[in-house]
C-alpha cells in the first residue's frame, strides 16, 4: 500500500511564475514530513522539511505547508527557476520507527 | 568526493547471480539505508541499519540481505538476482546525534540490470 503519494506524475510552468507541488499521505503516525530533489543520475538530496507541530516552513524560494487534517502537504517554489527543473520526491516518518516513505515523485520542468 | 559513494554504478547480470552493491560513507553517520526505485513507486526502503551490531528489514527485504561491516560500509546482496529486482538502487545515511528526524543522505545510486 502506499502510505505517500503524489498524483500528478509531472508539471510544467514558466519561468518566473510559481510551481506548486502536491503529496497526500495515509498514515496519521507521520509526525515529519521533507521533500527531497533530484536530477538525472544523482541521488535525491534534501531540499526542505516540516514537522507535525507546524503547518509552515519556508527557506528562500521554497515553503512546505502541511495540513494534518486534510493529510496534505505542499511546496511552494517561488519564483520558478530554469535549474529548479528536476523530480521531486515527497517523503513522511514517523521518529519512533524511523520508517519513511516515499512518493512516486513528479517531474517539474521550468520553461525559460 | 562523494560523502556517499556506491559501487558500482551500473551493473548487468544474468538472472541466478549472486551480486553485491557496496556503499560506504565518510559522514560518519550511524545510520545507514538501502533502497530501491522503480517507475512510478518511488523508493522502497530494503534494509537498515543503526549502528554496526544492528540490521533490520524495510517494506521489502525478500530476496536481499545486507551486512554491515563496519561504521562506514554497508552492503546489500542478491544471492540469486532475478528479473524483477532490476532497479535503481540508492544507499542513504542519517545522523541520530543531531536528535528527532532527520533527513537522509544519499549516494548516486547503482543502476541494476538483470536479463
Known amino acids: 500500500d502506499q502510505q505517500v503519494k503524489q498524483n500528478s506524475p509531472s508539471l510544467s510552468v514558466q519561468e518566473g511564475r510559481i510551481s506548486i507541488l502536491n503529496c497526500d499521505y495515509t498514515?496519521?503516525?507521520?509526525?515529519?514530513f521533507l521533500w527531497y530533489k533530484k536530477y538525472p543520475a544523482e541521488g535525491p538530496t534534501f531540499l526542505i522539511s516540516?514537522?507535525?507541530?507546524?503547518d509552515k516552513n519556508e527557506d528562500g524560494r521554497f515553503t512546505v505547508f502541511l495540513n494534518k487534517s486534510a493529510k496534505h502537504l505542499s511546496l511552494h517554489i517561488v519564483p520558478s527557476q530554469p535549474g529548479d527543473s528536476a523530480v521531486y520526491f515527497c517523503?513522511?516518518?514517523?521518529?519512533?520507527?524511523?520508517?519513511?516513505?516515499f512518493g512516486a515523485g513528479t517531474r517539474l520542468t521550468v520553461k525559460p | 568526493d562523494a560523502d556517499v559513494t556506491q559501487t558500482p554504478r551500473n551493473r548487468i547480470t544474468k538472472t541466478g547471480k549472486r551480486i553485491m552493491l557496496e556503499c560506504s560513507q565518510t559522514?560518519?553517520?550511524?545510520?545507514m539505508y538501502w533502497y530501491r526505485q522503480d517507475p512510478g513507486l518511488g523508493l522502497r526502503l530494503i534494509y537498515y541499519?543503526?549502528?554496526?551490531?544492528?540490521?533490520n528489514k524495510g517494506e521489502i527485504s525478500d530476496g536481499y540481505s545486507v551486512s554491515r561491516q563496519a561504521q562506514a560500509k554497508f552492503s546489500l546482496s542478491l544471492e540469486s538476482a532475478i528479473p524483477n529486482q532490476t532497479a535503481l538502487y540508492f544507499c542513504?545515511?542519517?545522523?541520530?546525534?543531531?536528535?528527532?528526524?532527520?533527513?537522509?543522505?544519499f549516494g548516486d545510486g547503482t543502476r541494476l540490470s538483470i536479463l
Open positions: 498514515n496519521s503516525m507521520f509526525d515529519y
Open positions: 517523503a513522511a516518518s514517523n521518529e519512533i520507527n524511523n520508517d519513511m516513505r
Open positions: 541499519s543503526f549502528d554496526v551490531k544492528d540490521i
Open positions: 559522514k560518519g553517520h550511524d545510520r
Open positions: 542513504a545515511t542519517s545522523d541520530p546525534r543531531q536528535g528527532g528526524n532527520q533527513p537522509q543522505h
Open positions: 516540516i514537522s507535525s507541530i507546524k
